[in-house]
């Protein structure tokens, strides 16, 4: 699919990850919609980048934002062609921990944002999408994910971010398959250790020995670098269906 002249939801659009493909999109001359509660960062981005840029507060959660945020980006832009899911937290507890049992609730979070959160999206984008006249080889829009490395070598107190990420690895292919028959594809990445707001406030030292696990290179991901697969994923017609890791040959150890 051409980026050129597409319309395109992005979740946690307003920094990190999903800040790199909003302005990448933007670049490639697509027009783009921010799904996301930071709204100060969120309206400073649209200022800078004009009238290709549109934002839409979104709660991932809660099924009634994004309905809104989908239809105000369908009526703004006449359609909706691609969806990234960035948004995502990772809030790390373990199952037994010094203070006790990890409440229920702050693993229900994680699961809900990171996974019935993309699921919300899915759904919601693909049903515009499919409203799209086909393009020559049939396509009529394309989803992709953001899982994470944790959900194949999830470390000690991932457990349910892991789980969740995971979850968007599983769904992955089965929803590709069914949307095969709609012309959409569906594709996820799984990034591993990348520079974003999470890890930006880590002492240096911290900093290194992160480096040091990492094979070649020998640093943490840059967003742009996620952007720049995001972009080779929406071009290339013949990705379909699987999760790609980008994490420069990275394993976790168990310990």
């Known amino acids: 699919m051409e980026i050129e002249s597409c319309a395109a939801i992005v979740t946690g659009g307003a920094s990190g990850l999903g800040e790199a493909c909003v302005r990448n999109l933007v670049k490639g001359g697509a027009k783009v919609s921010i799904f996301d509660f930071a709204e100060e960062r969120a309206r400073k981005i649209c200022s800078e980048l004009g009238d290709a840029v549109l934002f839409c507060y979104t709660d991932v959660t809660d099924e009634k934002t994004v309905k809104a945020a989908v239809e105000k980006t369908s ?13 995502g937290v990772g809030i ?37 999408m499919l409203r799209n ?10 989803v992709i994910n ?19 990420k995971a979850g968007v690895v599983g769904m992955t292919l089965p929803i590709a398959r ?5 012309g959409i594809r569906v594709m996820t990445i799984a990034p591993g250790i990348f520079e974003t707001p999470m890890l930006a406030g880590l002492p240096e030292k911290a900093r290194e020995s992160l480096y040091k696990m990492i094979p070649f290179p020998s640093r943490l991901g840059k967003p742009s670098e996620f952007a720049l697969l995001v972009k080779h994923i929406i071009e ?11 994490d420069a040959a990275l394993r976790m150890a168990g310990k």
């Open 133 to 142: 006249r086909p393009n020559g080889d049939g396509e009529r829009g394309v």
């Open 75 to 87: 009526d703004a832009f006449g359609k909706i062609d691609i969806a990234i899911n960035c948004a």
């Open 236 to 246: 290339n017609p013949m990705l379909n269906g699987c999760t790609i890791r980008l």
């Open 178 to 182: 069914e949307f095969a028959d709609y």
């Open 146 to 164: 953001t899982a994470s490395i944790a959900a194949f070598d999830g470390q000690i107190g991932q457990a349910a971010y892991s789980a969740s």
């Open 92 to 128: 790390a507890a373990k199952v037994i921990g010094k203070e006790g049992l990890m409440p229920m609730d702050q693993f229900n979070r994680v699961v809900q944002i990171n996974l019935v959160g993309t699921l919300h999206v899915i759904r919601l984008a693909a049903e515009k």
